[in-house]
Structure formats: structure tokens, C-alpha cells
T-cell receptor, first 116, second 114 residues
Framework: AQKITQTQPGMFVQEKEAVTLDCTYDTSDQSYGLFWYKQPSSGEMIFLIYQGSYDEQNATEGRYSLNFQKARKSANLVISASQLGDSAMYFCAMRVPGAGSYQLTFGKGTKLSVIP | EAGVAQSPRYKIIEKRQSVAFWCNPISGHATLYWYQQILGQGPKLLIQFQNNGVVDDSQLPKDRFSAERLKGVDSTLKIQPAKLEDSAVYLC????????????FGPGTRLTVL
């Protein structure tokens, strides 16, 4: 079974500062994908970044980067130069290929609050 | 390109009543997912469709929940009868195919069961 653990229920960061949101995962599969989604108060899940288990380079998308440490089974999200609009829930998720199914298993999320 | 559409956005019902949610995925997306997100938790997959067939419904409480995607496009999720613990946000997502890695989510339907 797959499991995602996000140990930070809430985080505060000063505007324009960088912040790291933690995520650890557990799976016995060798092939898997790791995702981060943002969920504003409006409720929609917004895809941020993806890292494949065989990718050697850490993924980056604009101000988002994923610090992938395979041996430690961690996939932390780094947001650089935080903005007020970054205040939201952030979810780490893992996808493991199954029998025709590519389900996402989500963590419990971290609530990020950006302080002006 | 239009995103995933869901309706209604909010619904309040009494326990033991019935409720239905509707989802229209992104045009051309073959795979559709329904998730349940209870307050304070991450989304949990209820059911996955590939076109009009069910790929996985292992976590769907089939004694009260049902879902269909008859023409392989839009989908409905029904709860009958509702329980207090069904209060949650129900999210619909779609992908072009089952192997695609990014799931596109709709705005969700927030259900409150009194």
C-alpha cells in the first residue's frame, strides 16, 4: 500500500521569503510519480509540479521546485519568493501504476499562510 | 479550453435524503475520477472511469453510493441515503487517458448533511 505523510499541518512564511513544505512517501514500487497540488479556499486542486521516480534531476516549475531525495523517500516542495496568493492548502500525492489505473494517493496537506 | 465543470457547487440535505452530483470533464478526456475530501484530509479516490467503463471502484461504499458515465462523457455520483459522515467536498477530475500523469480537477461540490 502507498502512503504519503505531510507532518506540517500549518506553516507561516514572510512575503518574498522561501518556504519548504515537507512530504515523505512509502511504496514498494520502483516506478512511481510524485505530485504537488495547491488548493485555494475556492476548492479547486491546482497542479504545481511532478517528479518521476526515475528522473535524475529535481523538477522545477517557475517558483516551485521539488527537492527529491529518493533514498530518504522524501519529496519536499520549495516555493521561492512567496507571494500573498500562495496562501492555500498544499497536498503531496503519489501515483503508482496499477492494473489500468493511475490513482493518486494524497497526504493530509499543509496550510501555508503568507504574511505581508 | 474549458476546464472540468461540476454542479452544484454547494448542497445541504438532511440525513437519509438522496443527492446527486454532476461532472463534465474536459473535452476529449477519456478518464474520469471522483474523489471525496473530508475536512482536514486529502482527497480519497471513490471511483475511476475509462470512457464509460469502471476501472476501479474498490473504495466506493456501494451500499449507498453509485456512479455512472453512460456515454463516456459526463458523469453523475449519487448518494442514497446520505449519512452525516458523507459531509465532504466531492471532486471530479479528468485526464486524456489512464496513463497521463496530470489530473485536472473541477471546483468540487461541498455537501453538508444535517
Amino acid at each position: 500500500a502507498q502512503k504519503i505523510t505531510q507532518t506540517q499541518p500549518g506553516m507561516f512564511v514572510q512575503e518574498k521569503e522561501a518556504v519548504t513544505l515537507d512530504c515523505t512517501y512509502d511504496t514498494s514500487d520502483q516506478s512511481y510519480g510524485l505530485f504537488w497540488y495547491k488548493q485555494p479556499s475556492s476548492g479547486e486542486m491546482i497542479f504545481l509540479i511532478y517528479q518521476g521516480s526515475y528522473d535524475e534531476q529535481n523538477a522545477t516549475e517557475g517558483r516551485y521546485s521539488l527537492n527529491f531525495q529518493k533514498a530518504r523517500k522524501s519529496a519536499n516542495l520549495v516555493i521561492s519568493a512567496s507571494q500573498l496568493g500562495d496562501s492555500a492548502m498544499y497536498f503531496c500525492a503519489m501515483r503508482v501504476p496499477g492494473a489500468g489505473s493511475y490513482q493518486l494517493t494524497f497526504g493530509k496537506g499543509t496550510k501555508l499562510s503568507v504574511i505581508p | 479550453e474549458a476546464g472540468v465543470a461540476q454542479s452544484p457547487r454547494y448542497k445541504i440535505i438532511e440525513k437519509r435524503q438522496s443527492v446527486a452530483f454532476w461532472c463534465n470533464p474536459i473535452s476529449g478526456h477519456a478518464t474520469l475520477y471522483w474523489y471525496q475530501q473530508i475536512l482536514g484530509q486529502g482527497p480519497k479516490l471513490l471511483i475511476q472511469f475509462q470512457n464509460n467503463g469502471v476501472v476501479d471502484d474498490s473504495q466506493l461504499p456501494k451500499d449507498r453510493f453509485s456512479a455512472e458515465r453512460l456515454k463516456g462523457v459526463d458523469s453523475t455520483l449519487k448518494i442514497q441515503p446520505a449519512k452525516l459522515e458523507d459531509s465532504a467536498v466531492y471532486l471530479c477530475a479528468s485526464t486524456p487517458g489512464s496513463g497521463a500523469y496530470e489530473q485536472f480537477f473541477g471546483p468540487g461540490t461541498r455537501l453538508t448533511v444535517l
